[in-house]
């Protein structure tokens, strides 16, 4: 119980939330409104697991929100083409690898730190998007939009997609050797180097992957809408980060479980409607996302305080 | 000095203890106005502990400190500044980016933040400090650009500065030169001759006479005896170190060395500092390395091990050249390095200690990449037993140890790789005694049972207790290969680099 501590109680606050909204806002669960809050949830939570391996392996990336923006772009450009999205995903997401392989090669190769490293591939991703597209939308094929399912056809299966894509995160985190490495070396990357890890190249592949994620989400994300806003994905990076630092992945490195990160996001996501359904001013939203950031965050620095005694 | 005045300082039956480990368990200090007062004991008896108390790092869980006769209580780091109490580190911790001069207002200014700072009046301070001292440092000079004798100075003229009363210095000569050494001593005498109270820690007996007037032994936590130097020789003071009599501490060697498993032939590695080592291990054999901190020894570890690997020479193993360019060759090799400072790179303190045993084998253990739990805790299960390790179980973090039982985990870890020789880097450093004799009797037993050892230790006692030969490392390189049972002092003169 101790051990899951963190993530427990993020839980709570999150189904306190809920029970909240049950006895005094009962038309937040009416499944249509619910349904897009969790579909437009869904890439985030994908994109957040990866900025939870990222932290957890002591480094951060903010350039997911211009990854997310570019691989957008260019899906939805493809698919313009009459690309079948059978090829778009894929591509889509060696485009979200190739781009955090770059990131990973500054950081892990020429050992910069991922915070500088990152800020300037999230300008120049963006600039770069901005110059080509002048802020023009991209229109998509029709057969595109939802899969081409229903609309409620292909709410279901985005999120379904994205409980996959954690449920396999989190046993590969508990069960792959990889996983094992991954906290290791965001514990203590000395010491997992004496032990015959290589924490160079798993900084690396931790990078790509985190490109790969975002380029699957992209991806989740263009097939909500008729078109592809070159805008799309600003901000993401803090929303992702905020997901894993709410759910219990610790700054320092080392700690964190993917369905601490699900419960964070979840309870920051729902802040929004809620606030709606209690008729509070929709301005507090941000207020109120940031104090339990810091909450989080203060928590966890009495915890290890108190562990160093 | 009268019976009748106070002490500088006293200290009463002080005790201190971190979880299990009982650091302190009474000891008894006094230091007087204008005397050197040696402070002696191996490695974990309990002097940088006792440093902490005094300097008010660490509150005492009993016993009492006093100052001019004036109880201390709830002593802080800032407060003990303020009473003129003074600490130099073995590592000076001073800003390496700034210069002489405002390194020394760091610590001497007070107040506020916005004050207008008087550089002209700075730049002098310094200069006249460091002139006192007899240093030839240019005030402007950037910290960084100083060797360590030179940082050493800056912190002393920074106690001086602050008209410190008693300056403690722990092992401050550990990476001098004589000459330096002899600069050093010349300021501490200039210290004690103003009423300066020193106290002195040096692990170098040869120092101790020449320089304290009394000194106090510690053993396992406790004030043993303090005693005028001039009374006293160097077996006595050992003796009173020790306890007890060496042979008796050790587990006595019973196998007979097999074939050469290790053969270095003029290994060099310039970024490592270690130049021409030649050594063979044999199995079976515990080769002590000794030699002082800066001699070498970590560093020909970490090129063993491939962390800095070789650029010259040769090693072989079983007869057979090898090529260690990365940790991972070491450990396909069939090496095994347990690192010095078990803290910062052994066990890793979040994760438990199953997963921490396993850390080195998961090719072995996991050959499907993915984890078998049942494997794992079967591994950690059996090392538990072999290796005594008091812990609740395997899921128990690495944290939840006592220091000696962390040392048996990282220790485990690197016996799960079925090594052939095995480097230890102080392995019973910050260990307390009864751990420590078990971790001996373990060694001895991995010997026996065909490993090559080799085992760095700065426990004089315990190189000379558990090795069957001893190669003694200086500037780099092994300038001396002595038996096993060697006395003390032909281990400390080949270290210091004095022929008999």
Known sequence: ??????????????????????????????PQPLRSLLTREAPTLVVAC??????????????????????????GLLAALKWPLVLVLPASVALGALMGAFNGMLVAGLRLPSIVVTLATMVTWREALRWQRQGQFVNLPDNLQWFGLSQSGGQWTLMGAALVVLTLLAWATRHLAAGRFIYAIG???????????????????????????????????????????????????????????????AVSGGRGRLWGVFAGLLLLACISPALTHFHVEAYWEKAIQGAIILLAVVADGVRSRKQIR | MSAANPPLLQLSSVAKSFGAVRALRGVSFDLRAGEVHALLGENGAGKSTLIKVITGAHQPDGGTLAMDGGLLEKLSPAAA????????????ALFPDLAVAENIALRLESGGALRKVDWAARRLQAVGLLERIGADISPDAEVRSLSMPEQQLVEIACAIGSGARIVIMDEPTASLTRKEVALLFAVVRDLRSRGVGVVYISHRLEEIFELADRVTVLRDGQS?????VSGMTEAGLIKLMVGREVA?????????????????????????????????????EI?????????????????????????SGEISLNGRSITVASPQDAVGQGIAYVPEDRRRHGVILEMPIAQNMSMAIHSRIFPAAWLRDGAEARLAQEFIRNLGIKAYGPQAPGGSLSGGNQQKVSLARWLATRPKVLILD??????????????????????????????????????????????????????????????????????????Q
């Open chain 1, 50 to 75: 990866g900025m939870a391996f990222v932290i957890i392996i002591r480094q951060i990336d903010i350039s997911v929100g211009s990854q997310f923006a570019v691989c957008s772009v260019c899906a």
């Open chain 1, 1 to 30: 119980m101790k051990r899951y501590f963190r993530e427990l109680s993020v839980a709570g606050a999150l189904l306190i939330l809920l029970l909240v909204l049950a006895l005094f806002a009962p038309a937040f669960f009416q």
């Open chain 1, 187 to 249: 514990s203590d990357a000395e010491a997992a180097r004496l032990a015959g890890l290589r924490p160079q190249s798993t900084t690396f592949a931790v990078f790509v992957f985190m490109g790969a994620l975002v380029g699957l989400a992209a991806m989740m994300n263009v097939v909500q809408s008729p078109q592809v806003d070159p805008k799309s994905g600003s901000g993401l990076e803090l929303k992702v980060i905020a997901a894993a630092v709410v759910g219990g992945v």
């Open chain 2, 287 to 311: 080769v002590g390395l000794a030699g002082l901190v800066g001699a070498g020894r970590t560093e020909l570890a970490r090129v063993l091990f491939g962390i800095t690997p070789a650029d």
């Open chain 2, 81 to 92: 500044r303020k009473l003129g109490i003074a600490c130099i580190y073995q590592q000076p």
């Open chain 2, 426 to 499: 102080e392995p019973t450093q910050g260990v307390d005694v009864g751990a420590k004799s078990e971790i001996h009797k373990i060694i001895r037993r991995l010997a026996m049972e065909g490993l090559a050892v080799l085992m760095i230790s700065s426990d004089l006692p315990e190189v000379l207790g558990m090795s069957d030969r001893i190669a003694v490392m200086r500037g780099g390189t092994i300038t001396a290969l002595l038996p096993g049972k060697s006395e003390a002092h032909a281990v400390m003169a080949a270290a210091l680099g004095q022929n």
């Open chain 2, 248 to 284: 008796q501490l050790y587990p006595p060697a019973e196998g007979v060395a097999g074939q050469v498993v290790l053969a270095l032939k003029q290994l060099g590695c310039a970024a490592g500092g270690v130049k021409n080592v030649s050594l063979e291990i044999r199995a079976g």
């Open chain 2, 224 to 228: 043993v005896g303090t005693c005028p």
